[in-house]
């Protein structure tokens, strides 16, 4: 069975950086996976952050990227603010027009 | 501007059958191209992808809950509609309708969702 990897937690410093991954329980994650990130806060709908690996969606400040990091997907928060401590979630397409989502990072800003 | 927005009960039985409508403004479900997709999130836990249907009819469903899920659309009111069969209180979550790219594979906008409780 596959399963998509992330971090339970996270904890980053307001202006710090931090990069949140997205893996898999065997083999690694490529750009055929078109990975992409989504942000969700409390009682919220989640928000499309990035696709396509490192495409940002609409209105999404460029202080988050993604890419390839290694065998895993990455979100990079560049000059984290209070208001990015969300759940992030990544999804990756497995071919045959189905998709797995990981389990989540949540991340905390302080 | 795409927009969806979901609808169905709040509350189900154990062993009922969950049926949820999906109603898309802003583009045509029988435009080439366009596809929706339903997700869910159980209280606390994340999401999980569960059907999609295209312009075409295609339909494409999660591995694990395929025999339980039944996708469908009207285009006629464009709507697109999920059937879950024997519900359990595990299914109890939120469920949301997205709009898939797929030229991209993913997802947006999403819907706000509907909280759907499983319970006797």
């Known amino acids: 069975q596959t399963v998509v990897t992330q971090e339970p937690s996270f904890s980053v410093s307001p202006g710090g950086t931090v990069t949140l991954t997205c893996g898999l329980n065997?083999?690694?994650?490529?750009?055929?996976?078109?990975p992409s990130w989504y942000q969700q806060t409390p009682g919220q709908a989640p928000r499309t952050l990035i696709y396509?690996?490192?495409t940002r969606s609409s209105g999404v400040p460029d202080r988050f990227s993604g890419s390839i990091v290694g065998n895993k997907a990455a979100l990079t928060i560049t000059g984290a603010q209070a208001d990015d401590e969300s759940d992030y979630y990544c999804v990756l397409y497995m071919g045959s027009g189905i998709w797995v989502f990981g389990g989540g990072t949540k991340l905390t800003v302080l | 501007q795409v927009t969806l927005r979901e609808s169905g009960p709040a509350l189900v039985k154990p062993t009922q059958t969950l049926t949820l409508t999906c109603t898309v403004s802003?583009?045509?479900?029988?435009?080439?191209?366009?596809?929706v997709s339903w997700i869910r999130q159980p209280p606390g836990k994340a999401l999980e992808w569960l059907a999609r249907?295209?312009?075409?009819?295609?339909?494409y469903y999660s591995t694990s809950l395929k025999t339980r899920l039944t996708i469908s659309k009207d285009t006629s009111k464009n709507q697109v509609v999920l059937s879950m069969t024997n519900m359990d209180p595990v299914d109890t979550a939120t469920y949301y309708c997205?709009?898939?790219?797929?030229?991209?594979?993913?997802?947006?906008?999403w819907g706000q969702g509907t909280l759907v409780t499983v319970s006797s």
């Open positions: 249907i295209d312009w075409d009819d295609d339909k």
């Open positions: 396509s690996t490192n």
């Open positions: 997205v709009r898939v790219y797929t030229s991209s594979c993913h997802f947006d906008p």
């Open positions: 065997s083999g690694s994650v490529s750009t055929s996976y078109y």
């Open positions: 802003g583009v045509s479900l029988s435009a080439s191209g366009v596809c």
